[in-house]
C-alpha cells in the first residue's frame, strides 16, 4: 500500500486539479461524481447537510457555522477547498483533519474506479468527503462549493439549507460575465422546500434567487433584513459585535475570533443561517446563544486560517487570500485605514484569472516583492514584475515566496506593514 504522501502525488499526477491546472481541470457537469458516488453507495443520501455557495467568505461562513454546532455538541463534518498546507483541511470532522489512514485506505481501495472513469481531483475528494463523513456517521455536514453551484460536484446532496454569501465578478469564463448570470450559477444550490439564506443583497442578482426560490417552493431570507450588525471594535485577533433580531434577540459585545473588511457581513450571514435553522427547528440541538459562546475560538475549533491572518510583528506582517476584485478592494480600502507609513507587499498571482484587473486596484506608493506561486498556474515573477510596472507597481522579482518574504521583512521598518496576497496559493506558501 502506498504511504500517504505516495497517496498524495498519486492524485496529483492522475487527476486533473483546477487549482493547480485551472481550467482544463474543470469539469463542468455532475456525471463523474455522480458515477462515483453510484459506486460508493450514495453515501451522500445519508447526510444531514448546509450547502454554502458565493464568491467571497464561503470559507469563514462555513467555519463560522461549524464551530457554533461542534460547541453545541454536534458531531460536524467539514468540506471546504482550496487547502493551504495539507490536502486534509478540506475534509475535517469536529475541527480534527480526518487522518492520512482514512486518504490511503480510499485511494487504495477505490483505485481501480479511479482509473476508469477518470474524475477531476475535485470530483475524487469530494466523494472522499461524503463517503467518509457517512462512515463516520457525522450529525451534519457542512460542505462548501469548490466553484459556482449548479455544476459544483457538491451539489448533488439534498440540504437542510442552502446558503449564498454574496456575488461578485470571478470565474467569467465559468460562470458568465454579468452579476446576474453569476448569480444564476450560484442559485443552482437551492432546493425544492428547502430554506435559502442570501447574506448581501443587491437588486440585481436579489431578483434572481428571488424567482428561482420561488420556482423550487423555497423559504427565502436575507440576512441583512433580518439582523441587525454592530460591528463595535477590532484587533488582530477578535472582532466584538452587537447582534439583534427584531422581536427575537439582542447580543451584546459577542467577540468572534475573525478579523478584517469582511467579518461583519460574514458573521451576520452566518448567524442568520443559524437563526433560520432554529427558529424552523431543522436541527432539533440547535440553540443559537451557544453557538455565539463558540464564535470566540473559531480558529482553534475549526482549524481556520490564511484569511487575514497576522504572522508577525515589527514589522506587522499580514496575509489574506482575496483573489478577486471584489474580495481585493475591501482588503486596500482596509489598509488604507491603518495608516502605516509604507507597505511591503509581497505579491504572487496565477496567469489564467486575468490579473490586469487586480493589478489595476493596487497603490503605487508600496514596495513591491514580486514571487511566483508553486504551482502550475503561477504567473513567472519576472512577467509578473513587467506586467505590474505598466500599472505603476515597482518592485523586484523574486525566485519563491519565501525569499521574496524575506527580503521584505530585511526591507521594512519596524513600523511597517508587510502584506502578503494575490492568490490563495501565495498565502499557502508563507502560513
Not at 124 to 151: N, P, W, Y
Not at 310 to 327: F, Q, R, T, V, Y
Not at 353 to 375: M, N, V
Request: with cysteine; glycine share 6%.
Amino acid at each position: 500500500m502506498m504511504t500517504y504522501q505516495e497517496t498524495l502525488q498519486y492524485l496529483y499526477a492522475q487527476l486533473p486539479m483546477f487549482q493547480r491546472q485551472g481550467p482544463k481541470a474543470f469539469k463542468k457537469d455532475l456525471t463523474n461524481i455522480r458515477r462515483l458516488l453510484k459506486l460508493l453507495g450514495n453515501p451522500h443520501e445519508s447526510l444531514k447537510a448546509i450547502h454554502i455557495a458565493g464568491t467571497n467568505g464561503k470559507g469563514t461562513v462555513a467555519h463560522l457555522i461549524a464551530a457554533g454546532l461542534q460547541y453545541s455538541g454536534i458531531k460536524t463534518g467539514l468540506y471546504t477547498s482550496p487547502h493551504y498546507r495539507d490536502f486534509r483541511e478540506r475534509i475535517k470532522i469536529d475541527g480534527q483533519y480526518i487522518s492520512k489512514e482514512e486518504v490511503i485506505r480510499f485511494v487504495h481501495t477505490h483505485k481501480g474506479m479511479i482509473e476508469t472513469i477518470q474524475p477531476s481531483f475535485f470530483e475524487i475528494t469530494v466523494a472522499l468527503a461524503f463517503a467518509t463523513f457517512a462512515e463516520r456517521q457525522v450529525d451534519i455536514a457542512v460542505i462548501e462549493t469548490g466553484l459556482g453551484g449548479r455544476l459544483d460536484s457538491t451539489n448533488v446532496i439534498d440540504p437542510l439549507i442552502s446558503i449564498i454569501t454574496n456575488i461578485s465578478y470571478d470565474h467569467q469564463n465559468f460562470l458568465g460575465d454579468t452579476l446576474t448570470a453569476i448569480a444564476s450559477e450560484k442559485a443552482g444550490i437551492i432546493k425544492k422546500g428547502r430554506p435559502v439564506v442570501i447574506g448581501e443583497s443587491r437588486p440585481e442578482t436579489d431578483r434572481i434567487f428571488k424567482f428561482v426560490a420561488e420556482e423550487y417552493e423555497a423559504p427565502i431570507y436575507f440576512a441583512e433584513e433580518m439582523i441587525e450588525a454592530e460591528q463595535l471594535e477590532q484587533n488582530k485577533e477578535f472582532t466584538t459585535f452587537n447582534f439583534s433580531k427584531k422581536d427575537s434577540f439582542n447580543f451584546h459585545y459577542i467577540e468572534v475570533g475573525i478579523t478584517g473588511p469582511f467579518a461583519l457581513n460574514n458573521a451576520r450571514t452566518a448567524l442568520a443561517a443559524l437563526d433560520v435553522m432554529y427558529e424552523m427547528e431543522i436541527f432539533s440541538p440547535l440553540v443559537v446563544p451557544n453557538l455565539l459562546m463558540a464564535w470566540p475560538d473559531v480558529k482553534k475549533l475549526t482549524a481556520y486560517q490564511g484569511r487575514w491572518q497576522w504572522l508577525g510583528e515589527k514589522p506587522d506582517i499580514l496575509c489574506d487570500s482575496a483573489h478577486n476584485e471584489a474580495g481585493l478592494q475591501k482588503v486596500l480600502y482596509a489598509l488604507r485605514q491603518m495608516n502605516y507609513p509604507r507597505v511591503h507587499i509581497v505579491l504572487g498571482m496565477v496567469f489564467d484569472k486575468g490579473p490586469e484587473k487586480l493589478l489595476k486596484l493596487l497603490p503605487q506608493g508600496a514596495q513591491y516583492y514580486f514571487c511566483k506561486p508553486d504551482i502550475p498556474r503561477g504567473m513567472k515573477a519576472e512577467d509578473l514584475r513587467q506586467l505590474a510596472n505598466t500599472f505603476g507597481l515597482k518592485g523586484e522579482a523574486w525566485p519563491s515566496v519565501r525569499l521574496a518574504l524575506e527580503a521584505a521583512k530585511k526591507a521594512a521598518r519596524e513600523d511597517e506593514l508587510i502584506f502578503v496576497g494575490g492568490s490563495t496559493f501565495t498565502v499557502a506558501e508563507v502560513l
